[in-house]
C-alpha cells in the first residue's frame, strides 16, 4: 500500500507565498508523474502543476511564472512553491501520484490521492 502526506497549506495574505509538500511513503518500486491539482468550491477539480520522473514540469496557465513544481526522487516527494499569491489562488490542494509498487506477486501501477490541503488568500 502507499501513502501520500501532505503539509504546508495555511492562510496567507495576498503577495504572499507559500510551500506545499508531498511525501509518498510505503511499499514503492518506482515513482512515476507527480502533480498538484486544487479545487475551489463550486469548481472542478483543475490541474496546477506537474513533473515526470524526469524532470519535465508543465504548468497551467494562471499559475505560470508564481508557481513552481519540484521533486527529490530519493526521498519520493514532489513540492509546489507557491509565489505571488492571489484570492483566486484559494482551493483546497491536493498531491497526486502515480506509484508502480510492490507486491509479493509482482509490481502494479496505481494512481494515488492526498487527503487535501486547505490554502486560503486573503486580507
Known amino acids: 500500500q502507499v501513502q501520500l502526506v501532505e503539509s504546508g497549506g495555511g492562510l496567507v495574505q495576498p503577495g504572499g507565498s507559500l510551500r506545499l509538500s508531498c511525501a509518498a511513503s510505503?511499499?514503492?518500486?518506482?515513482?512515476?508523474?507527480m502533480g498538484w491539482y486544487r479545487q475551489a468550491p463550486g469548481m472542478q477539480r483543475e490541474l496546477v502543476a506537474t513533473?515526470?520522473?524526469?524532470?519535465?514540469?508543465n504548468y497551467a496557465d494562471s499559475v505560470k511564472g508564481r508557481f513552481t513544481i519540484s521533486r527529490d526522487n530519493a526521498k519520493n516527494t514532489v513540492n509546489l512553491q507557491m509565489n505571488s499569491l492571489k484570492p483566486g489562488d484559494s482551493a483546497v490542494y491536493y498531491c497526486?501520484?502515480?506509484?508502480?509498487?510492490?507486491?509479493?506477486?509482482?509490481?502494479?501501477?496505481?494512481?494515488?490521492w492526498g487527503q487535501g490541503t486547505q490554502v486560503i488568500v486573503s486580507s
Open positions: 497526486n501520484a502515480d506509484v508502480r509498487y510492490t507486491t509479493a506477486y509482482g509490481t502494479r501501477n496505481s494512481i494515488y
Open positions: 510505503g511499499n514503492i518500486f518506482r515513482v512515476n508523474d
Open positions: 513533473v515526470t520522473s524526469g524532470g519535465t514540469t
